[in-house]
């Protein structure tokens, strides 16, 4: 096979499986021509509008509300598309008014007072290079209302300068600019009395060891040792800035810089003296909290994180264990307010803060208060929802929070204050909302009524209007709206009319099980036109599956999915979920490959497919996936692409040294935990791909799309063997990419399906 087939992923998987079957698109082809439709490609994918506010894309993990005005007339909404002659992503910010929508609603239907579609206002339109934003970064993102009800405050970032903080005036589209910040502004807060702004920015940090004449090396990671910038590359920091409004002074610091994951949540108290941050601190928890808070044990990554942590050969991690922590705006002091976990991880709506009007107490919610022993034989401890005063420090408990999958008690989600009283929301097993309202009463908090709600996506809807997300598997998200004093719904937005002209392969859920017995379910694309009976080129798409969600590449807008393209080139594609009970476990590969085995046989019975033609695709995780496939399944694989992926190799243990966990301690879970020493290194050696790449027969190619040229070492000793070996292997660099590629030429490059 020659290497030159491993140029564009998706073109190499189609030239790999046309070699080994010499399979026909005809019958399409045909049926294309027939109904004048034209099968989907990669730039239609591409060029498609994909609603960014709310986040279709990361509304399974991340919940989805609407961006409504404070008096709820107006709403707006953020599209995005991918513009392939400019190289460009193009932000739309589009204003509608909630009287347009009960206006379209309506209509009787009899035709002669039509009122035409709700069309929105385009308020702004930003236009970003490459891959400028990301899955949680947008060009126009962080879109606020302010209290009067006309003016909105947004981060904009075209990519040629640092992202800033802009206001718009929704009548009259008025722009003015509010920061000018020499670094991109990641988040902010505008308050009205004081008439200020907080923000939050990125801050360089240059690592000092590099201006010794020599230095230690201890836990620094080969990232940060061959990084040539001498920059703290593998690290974020960040500041808080206070810049007054009414005046023309130039922003302060607040605090001191700080290292975080990524930009943490805040809330400024009503007084704009304290900030409430969620964030981590840079150091690990101790062993005891397992013992203390038995909650943590449910949860595999803080558990490893702390069972596994080992400071000579790792940091502290910045993602897993964030707490709250007080900072006071005047001084710049910063303490943190409970040394004790939170219930971050572990079922509930993340952590958050809700101050009460008089500045003095605020609300946590999902957090421990800290105990000096572990629980004593038959008691429990549960994540609660607190009141704190920030003067006192003393804590008055609200209500506990059971487990999620409490009879009865459900998901905590959300935390309202009004009329004197706190509302707790939760979201229950079949999707409805139970509301519990709490009153302060001297002695402490009071519940008042529990009741339930009726099935919502979000809570901020209008009392008679009610907005969700219509689509399927093959019909691209648009709003829909409901007024639920008449009945009255409809789609109110046509996002992507164009897509009317493309013929898309049908596509159905699919379930199946695996010799183990565990159930399976999936999302089967067919080619458009197939033929009954006719065996087809199967390739399988690692990673999640979202039952009724759009999938016209794959569970999330990146490189490396093209889902309806390749059914368009007449391959049945299957879109695989994760075996999230074994997640981070040694039996999450195995159990992949059974399943993956499962469905092999299962569509090659149902006469679907050939199964001697079959391809993976493996993104970010669920390289995982293809890795253990291809060395440790009798199945043939004729073509497989890992990108940007993990691995189990040398390089990839190698790297993680140094980092932060979970990192090193999943990956070691992953292969049981063993060592490669003594009695142990027999074992470890069967678990390392490095030391297994004989067994890989399959043409393969790695794909980095870090804008981190280090980070495409964890592929080079499996690609520098596999050349040795004279076996067809590859690896493509993307220099100027992000891990959630985005950029219009990068992706069809990618792919190479126009």
């Known amino acids: 096979m020659n290497i030159i087939l491993l140029k564009n992923s998706l073109f190499f998987i189609c030239v790999v499986m046309c070699f080994y079957g010499q399979f026909s698109v ?17 730039a239609d994918t591409i060029t498609m509008t994909r609603l960014v506010d709310p986040d279709v894309a990361l509304a399974p993990f991340l919940g989805l509300e609407f961006n409504y005005s404070p008096d709820k007339e107006h709403f707006i909404i953020v599209t995005r598309r991918g513009n392939l002659a400019t190289d460009k992503n193009e ?9 347009d929508v009960r206006d379209f609603l309506s209509q009787n239907g009899d035709g002669r007072h039509k009122i035409p579609r709700p069309s929105g206002k385009i308020l702004s339109i930003v236009s970003t290079p490459s891959n400028v934003g990301t899955a949680r970064q947008h060009g126009v993102r962080n879109v606020t209302w302010l209290a009067d009800n006309k003016t909105l405050a947004f981060i904009g970032d075209t990519g040629t300068a640092p992202g800033q903080v802009f206001t718009i005036d929704i009548k ?16 902010f807060k505008i308050h009205a009395s004081p008439n200020g702004l907080l923000y939050l920015a990125k801050e360089e940090v240059h690592d000092p060891d590099w201006a010794k004449t020599s230095f230690v ?11 040539p910038t001498k920059e703290i590359s593998s690290e974020k920091y960040f500041r808080f800035y206070w810049k007054p409004l009414d005046d023309d002074k130039s922003a302060r610091g607040v605090g001191e810089v700080f290292p975080a994951f990524s930009p943490p949540k805040f809330w400024l108290s009503p007084d704009a003296k304290w900030i409430m941050t969620f964030m981590s601190q840079e150091k690990a928890p101790p062993r005891s909290w397992l013992e203390k808070y038995p909650p943590l044990k449910s949860s595999l990554p803080l558990k490893l994180a702390i069972e596994n942590f080992d400071d000579l050969v790792m940091k502290p991690s910045l993602l897993l264990f964030p707490q709250f922590f007080l900072t006071n705006i005047i001084t710049g002091e910063r303490d943190i307010v409970f040394d004790a976990p939170t219930g971050f991880l ?13 500045g003095e107490h605020v609300i946590l919610t999902n957090i421990f208060r800290p105990v000096t022993a572990p629980p004593k034989a038959g008691a429990k401890i549960t994540p609660e929802i607190v009141e704190y005063n920030v003067h006192t420090k003393r804590a008055v408990p609200v209500t506990t929070l059971s487990g999620p999958d409490t009879p009865g008690k459900g998901r905590f989600t959300n935390i309202l204050y009004g009329d004197e ?79 009317r002209g493309l013929q898309f392969g049908p596509a159905a859920e699919y379930y199946w099980t695996d010799r183990d017995g565990r159930q399976w379910r999936g999302g089967l694309i067919y080619p458009p036109g197939h033929e009954r009976g006719k065996r087809y080129p199967l390739v399988i798409q690692y990673g999640y599956f979202f039952p009724g969600k759009f999938l016209i590449d794959g569970p999330v807008p990146t490189g490396a999915y093209a889902a309806q393209a390749l059914a368009g080139k007449g391959m049945m594609v299957l879109q695989m979920q994760q075996p999230l009970d074994v997640m981070g476990q040694a039996a999450e590969l195995d159990a992949y490959r059974a399943g993956t085995e499962a469905v092999i046989d299962k569509l090659h019975g149902e006469k679907l497919i050939d199964r001697k033609r079959v391809g993976l695709v493996g993104f970010s995780r669920s390289g995982l996936y293809v890795e253990h496939m291809l060395l440790f399944s009798d199945y043939e694989i004729v073509a497989a692409t890992i990108a940007d992926g993990a691995t189990l190799n040398i390089s990839t243990f190698l790297l993680l040294y140094g980092m932060r966990p979970p990192g090193l301690a999943q990956m070691e879970k992953m292969i049981d935990n063993l060592k490669p020493w003594a009695d142990q290194f027999s074992a470890w050696k069967d678990r390392i791909s490095t030391l297994n790449l004989g ?39 993307f220099p100027k990419s992000d891990h959630n590629m985005i950029s219009p030429r990068e992706r069809l490059e990618q792919n190479h399906i126009k």
């Open 421 to 499: 009283s706190l509302t707790v929301e939760y979201r229950m097993p079949d999707r409805t909302l139970l509301s519990e309202r709490y009153a302060k009463r001297k002695g402490g908090w009071q519940r008042l009524d529990r009741k339930g709600l009726e099935t919502a996506e979000g809570p901020s809807w209008p009392l008679d209007l009610r907005l969700s997300i219509e689509e399927d598997l093959t019909k691209a998200p648009n709003l829909h709206a409901k007024n639920d004093r008449t009945g009255q719904e409809k789609t109110i937005t046509d996002l992507n009319p164009q897509l």
């Open 695 to 733: 067994n890989i027969t399959t043409p393969l190619r790695f794909e980095r799309y870090l804008d981190n040229m280090n980070y495409n070492f964890s592929y080079w000793d499996a690609y520098v063997f596999l050349r040795r070996m004279h076996k067809p292997v590859e690896l493509m660099i």
């Open 346 to 358: 572990l079922g509930h709506a993340d952590p958050a803060a809700l101050w009460l009007p008089d």
């Open 217 to 227: 090396v201890g836990t620094k990671s080969l990232m940060e040792l061959a990084n």
């Open 26 to 42: 005809a019958a399409s082809t045909v049926s294309s021509q027939k109904e004048n439709l034209s099968p989907v490609t990669v």
């Open 91 to 99: 932000y739309r910010l589009i204003l509608y008014r909630s009287q």
């Open 172 to 187: 009259s589209g008025k722009v003015q600019k509010l920061t000018q910040h020499p670094r991109s502004v990641m988040a």
